[in-house]
């Protein structure tokens, strides 16, 4: 299996030197040490950013194209959580947007998408979500896009200030339960791309759909998922990004703790609603950016925990 | 279900229908003896709360099924055996397939492969 080329390869830590401001969080820092979650009220004394600390942000679901009652305008609210990034205290140096870019694979959405997010004026690394992959090559436009550097459906990883990145494709040829499914290529490939590494190096791995059990019976879930974190048991601090769900959702297993991420563009039920189903959900328009956001990510200081902060669009 | 039951496809009788509008003198609607025997042989299936409605369909052989969604979010309809496949639906986006040949087919969404369906067309 052969690499796809890399042209333009982004220093995702280039813009860490940078930062000078101090870092605060508006709400509640997750922070994971040794696989461990707390929480603690962020203020303005939690961390100075260092050389070699690390910063990025995840957006997720922007889902442009669709323009229904949930939210009939979802440029609009991407253009709040862009306006909320570039906010922040200290600019991230990277982003990861966790898929489902667009609503229908079409080229305009994958078009409008990429348009709106040069504004963020930060290197982007794409997973493709279900809606991502509609053509009729099954991922083909999304890899010709967004496919440098990546393997097979579009996988890849990647180091920033000491942490290694796993970007994993779950939503290439789905689990008849409608969960996702990661594939034995892929997760041969993440045994052998993490082979090398220390037990202390943090791990951050990300895909579309929950690489855990959220819901099975709306398909929440990656059905390879054990499979898959069987040769990252060995390290200390494992965090787990996805979208999918439109909601945050955070679980914690020994080492590993994952994080779902709100969308941008609508919400969901909550996983089981009676009488709800996994569709886009509509709540009263003067509610609808309380339940849309961004998620900040940091480990200010080197070889200290991870700090993972969801921000709304309010 | 009542769009499981296909409805009696008498072609002959629908040409001679035909026949008798055209000799007679200039109708309004001439065309609306054959739409009657073409709609016939068309069965319509909905897309409502992530589920195909009704789930099983009988058809005989030459009949076009419609998939229309009714569903805020996006479906496909794949067969399982890929021997038909729709683009994406985006909500009131219908996508037509006659079967011609007898036999099963079972089908799911793309997006939601837990939705599942099944065609069995008969001669």
Same mark, same amino acid.
């Given at each position: 299996m052969t690499r796809r080329d890399e042209t /333009?390869?982004?220093?995702?830590? @280039? @813009? /860490?030197?940078m930062k000078c401001m101090s870092w605060a969080g508006a709400g509640v820092l997750w922070t994971i040490d040794g696989g461990v979650a707390s929480s603690v009220l962020a203020t303005g004394a939690d961390a100075a950013p260092r050389a070699g600390s690390l910063d990025f942000v995840q957006i997720s679901d922007?889902?442009?194209?669709f323009d229904k009652a949930?939210?009939?305008d979802v440029q609009g609210t991407l253009r709040g959580a862009i306006a909320k990034i570039k906010a922040l205290p200290a600019q991230p140096a990277f982003a990861i947007h966790t898929g489902d870019?667009?609503? &229908?694979?079409r080229a305009d959405e994958f078009d409008t998408a990429d348009q709106m997010l040069k504004d963020l004026n930060l290197p982007i690394f794409h997973t493709p979500g279900e809606?991502?992959? &509609?053509d009729e090559g099954n991922g083909k436009v999304f890899l010709e896009r967004?496919?440098?550097?990546?393997?097979?459906?579009g996988w890849r990883s990647f180091d920033a200030a000491g942490v290694h990145f796993l970007g994993l494709v779950?939503?290439?040829?789905?689990?008849?339960?409608?969960r996702g499914r990661l594939g034995p290529e892929q997760i041969a490939w993440i045994e052998k791309d993490v082979a090398? &590494?220390?037990?202390s190096t943090p791990l951050v791995v990300y895909a579309?759909?929950? &690489?855990?059990?959220?819901?099975v019976p709306w398909g929440?879930?990656?059905?390879?998922a054990p499979a898959a974190f069987a040769p990252l048991r060995r390290f200390g601090s494992v965090t787990v990004l996805n979208g999918h769900i439109h909601q945050v959702i955070t679980k914690t297993e020994g080492n590993i703790t994952f994080h779902t991420a709100r969308s941008t563009a609508y919400p969901q039920a909550?996983?089981?609603?009676?009488? /709800?189903?996994p569709g886009p959900l509509k709540v009263p328009a003067d509610q609808l950016r309380g339940v849309l956001g961004i998620r900040d990510i940091a480990r200010?200081? @080197? @070889?200290g925990p991870l700090v993972v902060v969801d921000q709304t669009l309010v | 279900m009542p769009a499981a039951q296909p409805l009696p496809v008498r072609p002959l009788a629908a040409v001679a229908a035909l026949a008798m509008l055209l000799a007679a003198?200039?109708?309004?609607?001439?065309?609306g003896g054959v739409a009657e025997a073409v709609a016939a042989r068309s069965v319509a299936i909905k897309i409502a709360n992530f589920e195909f409605n009704p789930g099983v369909t009988s058809v005989t052989a030459g009949t076009a099924v419609t998939w229309t969604n009714n569903d805020d979010d996006a479906h496909s309809v794949v067969a399982d055996d890929r021997s038909f496949r729709s683009n994406p639906l985006d909500t009131g986006d219908s996508y037509t397939f006659t079967f011609a040949t007898p036999g099963t087919y079972a089908y799911h969404c793309?997006?939601?492969?837990?939705?599942v369906g099944k065609i069995v067309v008969t001669r």
């Open positions: /333009a390869q982004a220093d995702p830590s @280039r @813009r /860490a030197v922007t889902h442009i194209g949930a939210n009939p870019i667009t609503h &229908l694979s809606h991502d992959t &509609l967004y496919g440098q550097g990546t393997w097979g459906t779950n939503t290439v040829g789905l689990n008849k339960d409608g090398h &590494l220390s037990s579309h759909m929950p &690489l855990f059990d959220a819901y929440w879930g990656t059905v390879d909550t996983a089981g609603t009676p009488g /709800a189903g200010p200081h @080197r @070889r | 003198a200039p109708a309004p609607e001439p065309w793309g997006l939601h492969p837990q939705m």
